[in-house]
């Protein structure tokens, strides 16, 4: 089954302490992107990657890392997390970029303490 | 930058078609314009896209202003399942997707 896969699903961590969330499609697509989604904010672009080993900031890319060291996988790296990057976080994949249907993850819901 | 405009709320009686409008007058000659849904707290869900003509598939159909600069998405038969969050996009220069506040839909049963 085509799908974008996010891990972990829920995560409840402390100020500081560095994490990873996974994000996997198997579609061979060569866009992706991460979404942080809040309260009365909307959907708001962190980073994005055209292709293997190219990324590029999107709108709110502060405090977050991302690598795409495969085609398939494009982790999202918070390696000082705040407070105020609790949220919840989404991934997307398109076949070739921003102007093409994007396919979605089920979402990470992210609480920093 | 470019952005979308779309009302906050729409309400719309069950088995009514549902009408969401969407302002996009900074959308480029090549860009098509993209609708998506949200329902509660899922990943956003594709529904129909279209460049200049109007556009029918088995979700949606899509009406595109002939100077193009705002849409329509229509739900011809609303049902309790298709209330969401619904999303037109555009997107800016740099090729990065901007979603804007959507317009919450309301079925009313």
């Known amino acids: 089954e085509a799908q974008v896969t996010q891990n972990p699903r829920y995560l409840i961590t402390v100020t500081g302490k560095k994490l990873t969330v996974t994000c996997s499609q198997n579609m061979n697509h060569e866009y992706m992107s991460w979404y942080r989604q809040d309260p009365g904010l909307g959907l708001r672009q962190i980073y994005y990657s055209m292709n293997v080993e190219v990324t590029d900031k999107g709108d709110v890319p502060e405090g977050y890392k991302v690598s795409r060291k495969e085609k398939r996988n494009f982790p999202l790296i918070l390696e000082s997390p705040s407070p105020n990057q609790t949220s919840l976080y989404f991934c997307?994949?398109?076949?070739?970029?921003?102007?093409?249907?994007?396919?979605f993850g089920p979402g990470t819901r992210l609480t920093v303490l | 930058d470019a952005k979308t405009t779309q009302p906050t709320s729409m309400d719309c009686a069950e088995g009514r078609a549902a009408n969401l409008p969407c302002n996009h007058s900074?959308?480029?000659?090549?860009?098509?314009v993209y609708w998506y849904r949200q329902i509660h707290s899922q990943g956003p869900q594709y529904i129909i896209h279209?460049?200049?003509n109007n556009e029918t598939n088995e979700m949606a159909s899509l009406i595109i202003t002939e100077d193009r600069k705002s849409s329509t998405l229509i739900l011809p038969h609303a049902t309790l399942r298709d209330t969401a969050v619904y999303y037109c996009i555009d997107k800016n220069r740099d090729d990065k997707i901007i979603f804007g506040k959507g317009t919450r839909l309301h079925i009313l049963p």
């Open positions: 900074t959308i480029s000659g090549n860009e098509y």
């Open positions: 279209g460049l200049k």
């Open positions: 997307a994949s398109s076949l070739w970029g921003a102007s093409d249907t994007q396919y």
